[in-house]
């Protein structure tokens, strides 16, 4: 049953840099928590001890910080609580680890209620058993078939039970999967859901090694204690909603039980299967938010560092596996939040295409005042020890801003603004350097000295008054000047060119092309 508020949660496991899916998880629980006027909650999942990642934890916030997916409640970036007000919040501590103590007393209500019990087998065993399952050509499941044959405290007295728990710590609490039930579900996304009991396994709710509860477990007892109302995730714990549900039930909890949504998955270019964290360097694009520098040295490309707009990244992620039901294609966060909704997410795998990532990039980048541009361009000239004003560089990113997709696009598309052509493109000299083209250059050279002002408008017309006159031909004309003035065939008009880099360094170029062509 819904609770009245709605209050959902981002639950990542710090085992390494978050995916992009992951990403897109946390933003549409986001997304739904602002049009619902609801809390988001940060919860971070750490009791697998054995996949903890040292700075996965960082990672996640950082990576939500840089898309504006800010938590309202939860573990915050300073590793402390996103702000005072939920630090003494009720629901805290919103770290798993820092939670330990609490699980404990509900692994041990099932035990008692009979919806737990102690298993002893050693990984050995378990391992043994899968395979002599699997050589029969089945799929090992610790079903109620299974657990009636092994060491476990349903089939041993108490005492025996109590001298194997306090013997070592090698045991497991496994939860009691009832026999031959049909569980029936309903996900917001997908409908009614059922599943029988018989194929589920008694999954293990705690460990005694680690003196932990699995996620299972922790997951459950967290979106109960901290009352969850909606649990939107990925589509890869679709599987474990039956358990889920047995959980809810087992504890009595079953009217309070939130609402699941589970996101369909992120599909590679191609369709064929799962975009999964190798694909991005194989294929040569991003799949996580941010650069990730792994304790063991591998380096993963990220969105930013590639130069994306956290506005792109966040556009392109809810197109993943949400439409509109319109034709529009470019959102804001406000626009986001005003149009989700969970109804209109798909069931079907939504296919990443790197080119329309590209092109979302292109668009918000096309929307950036030059002014704005030029702020990120200037650190990029001054890298490359080239002095200029302000305004140069805002005229120049004017003119070439359209066929950039990243600011990084920027120097290749307008090096010749400040640095005259050194060599020629010889395949442009091959077709427009003729034996008469030295003769049109001086020409122009000519004309051009004596044009005043020196800016688009005169400069267009005192060529092209030159070229009626003179009985030429435009492409002739334009194309050698291009040479000499760029050095290659690219970027905007001539005359534009020509106004910003001034008179006297256009009659410098063409005289240096004389020279040298
Ligand atoms: N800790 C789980 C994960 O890493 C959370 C799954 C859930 O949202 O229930 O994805």
Known sequence: MQTEKVRVRFAPSPTGPLHMGGVRTALFNYLFARQHKGTFVLRIEDTDKQRYVPGAEKYIIESLNWCGIIPDEGVASDGNMVSEASSRHPFAPYRQSERKHIYREYAQQLIDQGDAYYAFDTPEELESYRKEAEGRGDTFIYNHAFRNKTANSLNMSAQETGRRLMENNHWVIRFKIPVNKTIEMTDLIRGEVSVESDTLDDKVLWKANDGLPTYHLANIVDDHLMEISHVIRGEEWLPSLPLHYLLYEAFGWQDHRPQFAHLPLLLKPDGKGKLSKRD?????????????????????????????????????????????????????????????????????????????????????????????????FIPVLQSKGIKTTPLKAEKVVSLIKSRATFVKDFWDLSHYFFVPPQSFDMTQKKKHWKEETPGIVLGAKEVLEACTPFDVPSIDKTLHEWIEQSQLKTGQVMNALRLCVVGEPQGPGIADIMAVIGKEDTLARLEFALKTL
């Not at 993963?300 to 039901?325: I, K, T």
């Open 280 to 376: 991005g360097d194989k294929l040569g694009f991003p799949v996580f938010p941010l650069e990730w520098n792994s304790p063991d040295g591998d380096r993963s490309r990220g969105y930013r560092e590639d130069g994306y707009y956290p506005e792109a990244f966040v556009n392109l992620l809810a197109l993943l596996g949400w439409n509109p039901g319109t034709e529009q294609e470019l959102f804001s966060m406000e626009d986001l939040i005003q149009s989700f909704s969970l109804e209109r997410v798909a069931k079907s795998g939504a296919r990443f295409n790197p080119e329309k990532a590209r092109w979302f990039n292109q668009q918000y980048l096309r929307s950036r005042s030059d002014a704005r541009l030029v702020q990120d």
